[in-house]
């Protein structure tokens, strides 16, 4: 049919890039103004975000980007054979919305989204090959979608109990395995100066966001816990120079910030530990809701943030093998996934975050369809009675609408902790 | 020489169009609804014939369509503005080719209607319980934005920036919403493309319901805003066509209704 106004069409693939700038834009906006007391140096990571996700700008030019489709895959072997991790854990509500197509209707929006992310062949930084650790049953499964869309996927096993020897050396087995495709893909091979310095780099960023940390468990706290979840979410895919130098900046600001005792909260705002499913940007729905209600994320226990840098490789001997072997202890025994049988660390971590970060109260967000963090909920709750940790269960996804529900049940919790306060003192 | 009319009576204006035997158009005429349907319909409708010369007397076959059709007692006959719009929708676009889906939007309420091979109506969505996505809504953003709502298809396209979409699903929200980016300083025209955009998924989604067939009409008092159009055609990533007259299809469809429903009787 022929028609009467000439307007250039977007293809579909302006179209899905248009609809995930005008959702990144929107937080970011939303992160700038909303805030009394600015900080300068975010205005990095303000600017990568927009960069990359509504200007769709490539960062990583010509350099082997490796796609992870977990926390489980070690960025230090990555680095080390000179490629780019690449985590593709994805929280945007216009690739959700494509994955639904593809997977069940109660599948786990991230996973969805990171799928969907797939089918649309829309990168900014395309992987040139991906792993897919075997975590939990979703992203395995997702695994072999992808490969349909034409990418090299490759399995790493990762193991579902973490308590027993057999699943240590499992495990350290998996990572060699892992570490030797990654080789031959790359065509070089894992040398020892190059292993150690990534994991210095690495070990050193981290020392960075440990340093930040030290800001958030003091009374007067100088930064928002969103401005975390998007320096934490900036690691999934910034250059780690450039992350680097910005977290350097940023540390010098907080300190002063700190000296000049800037509290970003209110006075009796609560102080808040976040656990569950993983805040990806732009997915902050819940965090925002938190810290639009006058309370403070000061710690976080998910894996798209505190669980990246919390735990260091410890080295033994600086010997390859012994380098790997650590690394692979590293992401399997530090790890507080619910996909693992038993997961008391992962209570006994929440119990130690509320403590050192004198935390009012937990707010715990599963995704409707991540199951383990669904489950796993009865048993954190129970703990948290038992500790005399007041605690939120919220259930929530991706899509945009479900704002005024939330909000109204997160005011509420976050009212009666001030309650608390008040006729503590 | 024998005529016909078609009264659609909406909830924001009043559209009335005359036809000839030869289902033609002769002439039309619009006018805001206000407090008194029935009182405004009759005084449009007698300046328009008064404009063409003719007398009531001409008129062989009033049809009343859209909202308050009801109200116009004088009309031989009452239709649904779904039928009505299928009807006129077809005529209008017949030089174009075929039409399989309608997306209209009102003042307050918006439609998707798709049609078979033969023009029949098979299937029909309608978002009648909110303003949100309709003619209301766009004037409520302009008001806001002190702009006219004749100037937001330009201002659409002058947009630099990432459209700055509107979440709020309902007008009273969306304003607020509005003032927040005012507040902060966003440009007239990023908000007014993300606006535009806003109103377009959610038709889209409307149109989804019914099933998107190639051959889409866009019509109704918004189709006259090309930023607008712009946006649906980039959710749908397909083109739409726009009648000259959007906002008078329906009123148009009930007319040709009219010079049917006439011959049947005289053939009676």
Known sequence: MSTNIHHKIESPKDRQNRHKAMEAIKLINTIKEDFKFPIKSMEYFYDLFERVYCKNEPLHGDKVKVGTMCIQIPSEIIYALDGVPIRLCNGFYTDDEIGSDLLPQKACPLVKATVGHFASGNFSDKPDIVFSPTTCDQKTKAGAIIEKFGHEVIDVDFPRTKESEASREFFRKSIREFTSKLSKFQGKKLSRKNLKDSISKIGYAQSLYHKLTTYRQSDIVPILGIDVFLITNAFFFDKIDNWIDAMEALLEELEVRSKEKIHVAGKISPRIVYTGSPPIFPNYKIPQIIEQSDAIIVADETCSSNRMFNDMVAVDEWLVNDMLDSISDKYLKACTCPIFTKNDDRIRRIIHLAKQYKADGVIYQAFAGCTVYEMEQRSVLEAMEKAGIPILYIESDYSPSQHGQLSTRVEAFIESLKTRRRNKK | ?268
């Open chain 2, 1 to 268: 020489m024998k005529y016909f009319a078609g009264i659609d009576i909406g909830s924001t204006s009043i559209k009335i169009t005359l036809a000839d035997e030869a289902k033609n158009i002769i002439g039309f005429k619009t006018s805001a609804s206000g407090s008194m349907f029935y009182k405004y319909a009759q005084e449009t409708l007698d300046t328009l014939l008064g404009e063409l010369n003719l007398d009531k007397k001409d008129l062989a076959y009033i049809v009343a369509t859209g909202y308050g059709r009801k109200l116009y007692k004088e009309a031989d006959e009452n239709i649904s503005e779904i039928t009505a719009n299928a009807i006129g929708a077809i005529a209008a676009a017949k030089e174009y080719g075929e039409i399989k889906t309608i997306i209209n939007i009102g003042g307050q309420d918006s439609k998707a209607i798709s049609l078979d091979n033969e023009g029949n109506v098979v299937n029909f969505a309608m978002n009648d319980r909110c303003a949100a996505g309709t003619g209301k809504f766009l004037d409520v953003v302009a008001l806001k934005l002190e702009i006219g709502v004749d100037e937001l298809g330009t201002r659409h396209f002058q947009a630099t920036g990432t459209p700055l979409s509107v979440s709020s699903t309902c007008a009273v929200f969306a304003e607020s919403e509005i003032i927040g980016l005012l507040g902060n300083n966003h440009s007239v025209e990023d908000i007014v493309c993300g606006v535009h955009y806003s109103i377009a998924k959610r038709i889209v989604k409307l149109v989804k319901r019914v099933g998107v067939k190639e051959g889409i009409y866009f019509d109704g008092g918004p189709a006259m805003n090309e930023g607008l159009v712009n946006a649906i055609e980039n959710e749908l990533g397909c083109k739409i066509f726009i009648p000259k007259h959007p906002q008078i299809t329906t009123s148009y469809g009930a007319a040709i209704m009219g010079v049917d429903s006439y011959k049947y009787e005289q053939n009676q």
